[in-house]
Antibody, heavy 121, light 107 residues
Framework: EVQLVQSGAEVKKPGESLKISCKGS????????VAWVRQMPGKGLEWMGI????????RYSPSFQGQVTISADKSISTAYLQWSSLKTSDTAMYYC??????????????WGQGTLVTVSS | DIQMTQSPSSVSTSVGDRVTITCRAS??????LAWYQQKPGKAPKLLIS???SLQSGVPSRFSGSGSGTDFTLTISSLQPEDFATYYC?????????FGGGTKVEIK
């Protein structure tokens, strides 16, 4: 069974750093792109970027380029999303999800449960 | 980026009704369109890929159609478990982009 299990909810202050994780199982983690998707409170879905764990090829949506860093460790089947200096506007639910195909543009067929990040002073 | 526009943004309807949601792309995307369902507090779920391909396990009352710039998601007879928010997403070019969502509510 394909599963993506994300790390737990976080409460941080503005300016702090954060790294959240997404562990894949039940499939060849290295062979599928993993996407990160943001959902701000009460809002829609936004594609942040993707990583191919096999070679760590990473692409960012222009809106998120320079704002976050996506990485992966294929040895432990885990992808990461990190911030060096959080803002209150980073408060959101963050989902990881698996691409259906080898394309950088794809549909996603499996989703993590989401990680709620709250940034407040 | 390709802009995806969904309509309506919300619809109030009853069990057994037929519901149609539309999604328009700002430029042609062939059939590179998916539909997702999201219930409160849950991750989205893929319903339809490639505009009309129903995912395994998704009830046949869901159907998708369209190509180019105009697409529809139809629920033929709404069931209580279908009350949710629905999103379209294009996968024609990077970055993939979502529509703003359509909330299907109980009348």
């Amino acid at each position: 069974e394909v599963q993506l299990v994300q790390s737990g909810a976080e409460v941080k202050k503005p300016g702090e750093s954060l790294k959240i994780s997404c562990k894949g199982s039940g499939y060849s983690f290295s062979s599928y792109w993993v996407a990160w998707v943001r959902q701000m409170p009460g809002k829609g879905l936004e594609w942040m970027g993707i990583i191919y764990p096999g070679d760590s090829d990473t692409r960012y949506s222009p809106s998120f380029q320079g704002q976050v860093t996506i990485s992966a460790d294929k040895s432990i089947s885990t992808a990461y999303l990190q911030w060096s200096s959080l803002k209150t506007s980073d408060t959101a639910m963050y989902y990881c999800a698996r691409h259906m195909s080898s394309s950088t543009s794809s549909f996603v067929d499996y989703w993590g449960q989401g990680t709620l990040v709250t940034v407040s002073s | 980026d390709i802009q995806m526009t969904q309509s309506p943004s919300s619809v109030s309807t009853s069990v057994g009704d037929r519901v149609t949601i539309t999604c328009r792309a700002s430029q042609g995307i062939s059939s590179w369109l998916a539909w997702y369902q999201q219930k409160p507090g849950k991750a989205p779920k893929l319903l339809i890929s490639a505009a009309s391909s129903l995912q395994s396990g998704v009830p046949s009352r869901f159907s998708g159609s369209g190509s180019g710039t105009d697409f529809t998601l139809t629920i033929s007879s709404l069931q209580p478990e279908d009350f949710a928010t629905y999103y379209c997403q294009q996968a024609n070019s990077f970055p993939p982009t979502f529509g703003g969502g359509t909330k299907v509510e109980i009348k």
